[in-house]
């Protein structure tokens, strides 16, 4: 059975273009993962799926507070470290393939904000074959 994610933009330049889109993704899973990263962690483990290349199409990763110091890496902890400094939103093949050339199972966070940072992560995927 398929699940169905909606999600709407709202954009506006103050005193400037306003840009709204909306969009329907139907994915096969989804996994709502949510944790806190304690401060001082050093690749903090989170996985994120269990299938092969291609299968996540969405992923959106949110804090209760951002920071260049709030940190994840994908799949290895040899990868080049992406701030978490606003919340992020990637869909489709192509934006989820940004993060690596491998498929992302696991996102590996650090934090050396001085504080804890509860993560929200919304997975949505193909089915794992």
């Given at each position: 059975m398929?699940?169905?994610?909606n ?7 103050v005193?400037?273009p ?6 329907t993704?139907?994915v096969d899973?989804y996994?709502?993962?949510e944790?806190?990263i304690?401060?001082d962690a050093?690749?903090e483990?989170i996985?994120?799926?269990?299938g092969g290349p291609?299968q ?6 949110r ?6 110091n709030l940190?994840?890496?994908?799949n ?5 470290p ?5 919340q992020q939103?990637?869909?489709g093949d192509?934006?989820v393939?940004l993060?690596s050339?491998?498929a992302?199972g696991k996102?590996?966070f650090?934090?050396?904000?001085g504080a804890?940072?509860?993560i929200?992560?919304?997975v ?6």
């Amino acid at each position: 059975m398929s699940e169905t994610i909606n999600w709407t933009l709202n954009v506006q330049v103050v005193g400037g273009p306003k840009i709204s889109t909306s969009q329907t993704i139907t994915v096969d899973a989804y996994d709502k993962i949510e944790v806190v990263i304690p401060q001082d962690a050093e690749n903090e483990d989170i996985e994120i799926q269990p299938g092969g290349p291609g299968q996540v199409q969405f992923l959106l990763i949110r804090s209760d507070q951002y920071d260049d110091n709030l940190t994840y890496k994908v799949n290895v902890d040899t990868a080049t470290p992406i701030k978490l400094d606003a919340q992020q939103l990637l869909m489709g093949d192509g934006a989820v393939g940004l993060l690596s050339e491998e498929a992302p199972g696991k996102l590996l966070f650090s934090n050396a904000m001085g504080a804890d940072a509860s993560i929200e992560i919304l997975v949505g995927r193909k089915a794992t074959t």
